[in-house]
């Protein structure tokens, strides 16, 4: 299955693009999302572990769509912050949060993203080793940026440990990885970070100011293209594609326009999100009116 999906849902500046500028009683960003799309990225298990009583109920929220898989990204300070070792009190306390997700059949994978700073070397294969054999139950998929890591030898690495490698788009640099469609283990994965090059690597630039960036529909027939190698080429189970240029909700617009442009017929959108980025959605999106599920 090919799961295209946004990276979060909670932003305060998707209100009146994403979601209705006046949210009817009861109203449920993420259920809402989960009707127009196979999977979502969970950003906030980045910054701190999902709590146990926090993740079952995400499980709930998208129970009207039986297909839906969530992705989680790994919490930072097992990818980030790496001057000490981790323990397993903190491995404990990942799993608190995702084993509920897991135990359900509703989680896709686990994102390990590392830092463009993490580069090849005996010990950072070494920490990466030891953090897929801490989580080796499930699902996994690694994320680097540092072109080092782009060797035969590492994508062998990845497919003994049945480790999933994501491709990426991103603003390269001399030494930045490169756009491919590269396969190994379970998974296929594929994740648009956008292409603001004045704010990557920018001191003191803010996560909104790095992720915005809109698409257009010409930057992503290459991505569909890799998306199709990836979906035919026999070693993934599923193929999950995330846009993380969230910033005003341009991630789901792109979300909304790879997925058109890989099945050949509009997707059903927002019209919220068609009406803040129309040239963009043109023949690729179709509003469709009718109730939305509401938080259980």
């Known amino acids: 299955m090919i799961r295209f999906g946004p990276a979060g ?31 979502i990225e969970i950003n906030s298990t980045f910054y701190r572990p999902a709590r146990a009583d926090v993740s079952p109920r995400w ?68 920490w990466l080793d030891d953090l897929a054999e801490a989580f080796a139950d499930y699902p996994r998929v690694v994320e680097v940026r540092h072109a080092s890591w782009n060797t035969p030898e590492f994508y062998q690495w990845l497919n003994e440990r049945g480790i999933g490698f994501v491709n990426i788009d991103q603003p390269v640099f001399s030494r930045s990885i490169q756009p491919s469609a590269a396969a190994s283990g379970r998974n296929g994965y ?28 010409q930057e992503l027939v290459p991505w569909v293209e890799r998306i199709r190698e990836l979906a035919e080429g026999g070693m993934a189970e599923d193929v999950y594609v995330v846009t993380n240029n969230h910033f005003r909700g341009q991630a789901v617009a792109n979300a909304v326009m790879l997925a058109s442009l890989y099945h050949g017929v509009p997707q059903k959108a927002q019209e919220t999100v068609v009406h803040a980025y129309p040239e963009a959605l043109e023949g690729l999106a179709k509003v469709e009116a009718g109730p939305q599920p509401r938080l259980l």
């Not at 397993?88 to 896709?108: F, I």
């Not at 990557?200 to 915005?212: I, L, V």
């Open 190 to 217: 594929v994740r648009l970070h956008g292409r603001n090059y004045g704010d990557w690597f920018r001191e003191g630039a803010g996560r909104d100011a790095r992720y915005d960036y809109l698409y257009s529909r």
């Open 59 to 126: 499980a709930r929220r998208v129970a009207h769509h039986p297909n839906f898989k969530f992705t989680a990204k790994l919490w930072q300070r097992f990818t980030h912050q790496r001057d000490e070792a981790w323990t397993t009190d903190e491995v404990a306390a990942v799993r608190v949060g995702l084993d509920p997700l897991a135990d359900r059949g509703r989680l896709g994978a686990l994102l390990m993203q590392f830092p463009w700073s993490f580069k090849a070397s005996a010990e950072s294969l070494d």
């Open 9 to 39: 849902w909670s932003y305060r500046d998707w209100e009146g693009v994403v979601y209705p500028a006046k949210k009817p009683k009861g109203f449920d960003p993420l259920a809402f999302l989960a009707t127009y799309f196979d999977t």
